[in-house]
């Protein structure tokens, strides 16, 4: 969850009135938030740095607050307060307006093909004769930081850009360009640089460099020019110090770019309705004409209301109440859902603003309603159904099944369900196509690649990891393994196996095969054909040859145990005789 920093004193001014730590915290709670620390400037870079660091930082007391993370309207001390005004029916909820200039006055942004080669949206609003303080000026930049580590997913799916709009002229133009072609003075520097000498420069700044692969491997970048030819910014990676907002700003102009143009939507209607009630006509926002390399224009930003109809029995047997159809509206409105009773009282409609995109279906109004409500307010029922909790019997059998093998001697392995394809594949001498894995899409590492199809190499890897320590080494794991099942809605199936790895200077054969005994002894399965189980000759590529056996028991091939084949040991970096047993123990259930 996202957790906001706001000053005590200025958010206490915002709302009006004082509260005591305790309740503020029990206001939070009621508003579905939580008080998550209560600390100072000082504070922190005392935890952080040490003493000394802290020396002459502010005592301000400052509220630590933990916000859902599909609230973005509640990222900024704007947006807390308007909350929490409405939700104490302090105030109404206000009507944001989109202004439209007259034809040829209003401003135009421009995107060209290139740019959608590269990050194909782009988005605008401008925000006319807004009056800025220091607090006001800290709380709109720290919004936007906010904004890109959540919505934005770290400036992956949109970048914010904010200019000030009287050092530049429009229209302005979204293009890409060679990294050599572009150059101008980055924000807070000195001097001009090419941009990639502006990759280079940040290469090791501990806030951009994060940022840097997202465009650095592409033969274009992104950039914004006003018809004057002046950088407005280099997104998603800095914006020029030409176009610097500062306090005294009065005319703010806003670009989103991203590769979603939702979430580019989403942000910049968050952003104008967070700060245009500083502007001189409060809660208006002048609309920005954006072009497309088609010709075709869109008017942003959108601030678009919709309607919903939910049916007042609904939320009530949701939540376990009973309110009126209009006491419901009246709960809904706090939560800064404005409603009303229609049809009779047979339905609620509710009018979703355009700070509230975090309401998609009607699930998430029944969680407002609760939430006005209070949950502590709900009464508790006894359930009109009767159920006993009980474990599932596969899961039993492998607790106990764990239990026993323990006592025989060998040693729990917990290893990842995800590994390599040279894992399951190459080094057990199979092709990747015969094993029927289910291979990750998007990959972090080598070593995450597929979903595994066998336990056996998990352990593997756990003795190489362990080599030094006394031998024998005894390992067993009772796991899930993954494989493509086209039968099932989601392609694939998950079968409970157990495997057992025997390490030592001789092969232990023997070992493996009487760990096998045991298991079936406590399975109740005798060793006979036909209602019990057997094992039989066999070939496997991970196994030496004619040192494989097929286990079978309940009519069908469970597995197989035998002596690991050199070449599997020596893949593995082991350098030592290995036994292995891996059956499948859901027939067993």
Same mark, same amino acid.
């Given at each position: 969850?996202?957790?906001?920093?706001?000053k005590?004193?200025?958010?206490?001014?915002?709302?009006?009135?004082?509260?005591?730590?305790?309740e503020?915290d029990?206001?939070?709670?009621?508003?579905?938030?939580?008080?998550?620390?209560?600390?100072?400037?000082?504070?922190?870079?005392?935890?952080?740095?040490?003493?000394?660091?802290?020396?002459? #930082?502010?005592?301000?007391v400052?509220?630590?607050i933990?916000?859902p993370?599909?609230?973005?309207?509640l990222?900024?001390?704007?947006?807390?307060?308007r909350?929490?005004?409405?939700?104490?029916?302090?105030?109404?909820?206000?009507?944001f307006?989109?202004?439209?200039?007259a034809?040829?006055?209003?401003q135009?942004?421009?995107?060209?093909?290139? #740019?959608?080669?590269v990050?194909?949206?782009?988005?605008?609003a401008?925000?006319?004769?807004?009056?800025?303080?220091?607090?006001?000026?800290?709380?709109?930049?720290?919004?936007?930081?906010?904004?890109?580590?959540?919505?934005?997913?770290?400036?992956?799916?949109? !970048?914010? &850009?904010?200019?000030?709009?009287?050092?530049?002229?429009?229209?302005?133009?979204?293009? #890409?360009?060679?990294?050599?072609?572009?150059?101008?003075?980055?924000?807070n520097?000195?001097?001009?640089?090419?941009?990639?000498?502006i990759?280079?420069?940040?290469?090791t700044d501990?806030?951009?460099?994060?940022?840097?692969?997202l465009?650095?491997?592409?033969?274009?970048?992104?950039?914004?020019?006003?018809?004057? &030819?002046?950088?407005?910014?280099?997104?998603?990676?800095?914006?020029g110090?030409?176009t610097?907002i500062?306090?005294?700003?009065?005319?703010?102009?806003?670009e989103c770019?991203?590769?979603?143009?939702?979430?580019? @939507?989403i942000v910049?209607?968050?952003?104008?309705?967070?700060?245009?009630?500083?502007?001189?006509?409060?809660?208006?926002?002048?609309?920005?004409?954006?072009?497309?390399?088609?010709?075709?224009?869109?008017?942003y930003?959108?601030?678009?209301?919709?309607?919903? @109809?939910?049916?007042?029995?609904?939320?009530?047997?949701?939540?376990g109440?009973?309110?009126?159809?209009s006491?419901?509206?009246?709960?809904?409105?706090?939560?800064?859902?404005k409603?009303?009773?229609?049809?009779?009282?047979?339905?609620?409609?509710?009018?979703?603003?355009?700070?509230?995109?975090d309401?998609?279906? !009607?699930?998430?109004?029944?969680?407002?309603?609760?939430?006005a409500?209070?949950?502590n307010?709900?009464?508790?029922a006894?359930?009109?159904?009767?159920?006993?909790?009980?474990?599932?019997?596969?899961?039993?059998?492998?607790?106990?099944?764990?239990?026993?093998? #323990?006592?025989?001697?060998?040693?729990?392995?917990?290893t990842?369900?995800?590994?390599?394809?040279e894992?399951?594949?190459?080094?057990?001498?199979?092709?990747?196509?015969?094993?029927?894995?289910?291979?990750?899409?998007?990959?972090?590492?080598a070593?995450?690649?597929?979903?595994?199809?066998t336990?056996?190499p998990?352990?593997?890897?756990?003795?190489a990891?362990?080599?030094?320590?006394?031998?024998?080494? @005894?390992?067993?794991?009772?796991?899930?393994?993954?494989?493509?099942?086209p039968n099932?809605?989601?392609?694939?199936?998950?079968?409970?196996?157990?495997?057992?790895?025997y390490?030592?200077?001789?092969?232990?054969?023997?070992?493996?095969? &009487?760990?096998?005994?045991?298991?079936m002894?406590?399975?109740?399965?005798?060793?006979?054909?036909?209602?019990?189980?057997?094992?039989k000759?066999?070939?496997?590529?991970?196994?030496?040859?004619?040192r494989c056996a097929?286990?079978?028991?309940? &009519?069908?091939?469970?597995?197989?145990?035998?002596?690991?084949h050199?070449?599997v040991?020596?893949?593995?970096?082991?350098?030592m005789?290995?036994s !292995?047993?891996?059956?499948?123990?859901?027939?067993?259930v």
């Amino acid at each position: 969850m996202p957790t906001v920093s706001v000053k005590r004193d200025v958010l206490f001014q915002a709302l009006g009135r004082t509260y005591t730590d305790e309740e503020f915290d029990e206001l939070c709670f009621e508003f579905g938030l939580e008080l998550d620390e209560i600390t100072t400037e000082k504070d922190i870079i005392s935890k952080e740095k040490g003493e000394d660091r802290a020396k002459g #930082a502010s005592d301000t007391v400052l509220y630590k607050i933990d916000v859902p993370a599909n609230r973005y309207d509640l990222l900024c001390l704007e947006g807390l307060v308007r909350g929490l005004q409405v939700f104490k029916e302090r105030i109404n909820l206000p009507r944001f307006e989109k202004i439209i200039p007259a034809e040829g006055e209003g401003q135009k942004l421009i995107i060209t093909e290139k #740019a959608v080669q590269v990050r194909p949206h782009a988005v605008a609003a401008v925000l006319r004769d807004i009056t800025f303080t220091k607090e006001r000026y800290d709380s709109f930049i720290d919004l936007q930081e906010k904004l890109h580590q959540n919505i934005c997913r770290r400036r992956a799916l949109v !970048a914010i &850009g904010t200019h000030d709009l009287d050092t530049i002229s429009g229209p302005f133009t979204y293009t #890409a360009k060679a990294p050599s072609e572009i150059k101008f003075k980055p924000l807070n520097q000195s001097q001009e640089y090419t941009a990639s000498q502006i990759m280079d420069l940040y290469r090791t700044d501990s806030h951009l460099r994060h940022y840097l692969h997202l465009i650095e491997n592409k033969p274009l970048y992104p950039v914004i020019y006003d018809s004057n &030819g002046v950088v407005l910014s280099m997104p998603p990676i800095i914006n020029g110090d030409h176009t610097k907002i500062s306090i005294n700003t009065k005319n703010v102009f806003i670009e989103c770019t991203g590769t979603d143009i939702t979430k580019a @939507k989403i942000v910049l209607d968050i952003i104008v309705t967070m700060f245009s009630e500083y502007c001189e006509k409060p809660f208006s926002v002048e609309a920005v004409e954006v072009v497309y390399p088609n010709g075709k224009t869109h008017i942003y930003p959108e601030l678009a209301y919709r309607k919903e @109809k939910v049916k007042p029995e609904l939320i009530n047997k949701k939540i376990g109440i009973s309110e009126t159809p209009s006491s419901l509206a009246k709960l809904l409105t706090r939560m800064c859902l404005k409603s009303h009773v229609i049809g009779n009282g047979n339905n609620i409609e509710i009018e979703i603003p355009p700070t509230r995109a975090d309401i998609i279906h !009607a699930c998430d109004i029944v969680e407002d309603a609760a939430i006005a409500y209070g949950y502590n307010n709900i009464q508790m029922a006894i359930p009109k159904t009767y159920t006993i909790a009980n474990q599932l019997p596969l899961n039993k059998l492998t607790e106990l099944l764990r239990l026993d093998l #323990a006592a025989a001697g060998f040693t729990e392995a917990l290893t990842f369900a995800l590994c390599s394809q040279e894992d399951v594949a190459d080094k057990l001498g199979m092709d990747i196509s015969a094993t029927k894995a289910v291979r990750i899409a998007n990959p972090k590492t080598a070593e995450f690649q597929v979903a595994r199809t066998t336990l056996l190499p998990g352990l593997l890897k756990t003795i190489a990891a362990n080599r030094k320590m006394p031998l024998p080494l @005894k390992l067993f794991e009772i796991s899930d393994v993954v494989v493509k099942d086209p039968n099932t809605d989601v392609g694939a199936r998950n079968y409970r196996h157990f495997c057992s790895v025997y390490y030592n200077k001789s092969p232990g054969f023997e070992i493996i095969h &009487g760990l096998l005994d045991r298991v079936m002894q406590l399975l109740e399965v005798p060793p006979n054909e036909e209602n019990g189980y057997t094992i039989k000759a066999a070939e496997g590529s991970a196994f030496f040859p004619g040192r494989c056996a097929e286990v079978f028991a309940k &009519g069908q091939s469970i597995g197989k145990l035998g002596v690991l084949h050199p070449d599997v040991i020596t893949k593995f970096e082991l350098n030592m005789p290995c036994s !292995a047993l891996e059956i499948n123990i859901e027939p067993f259930v």
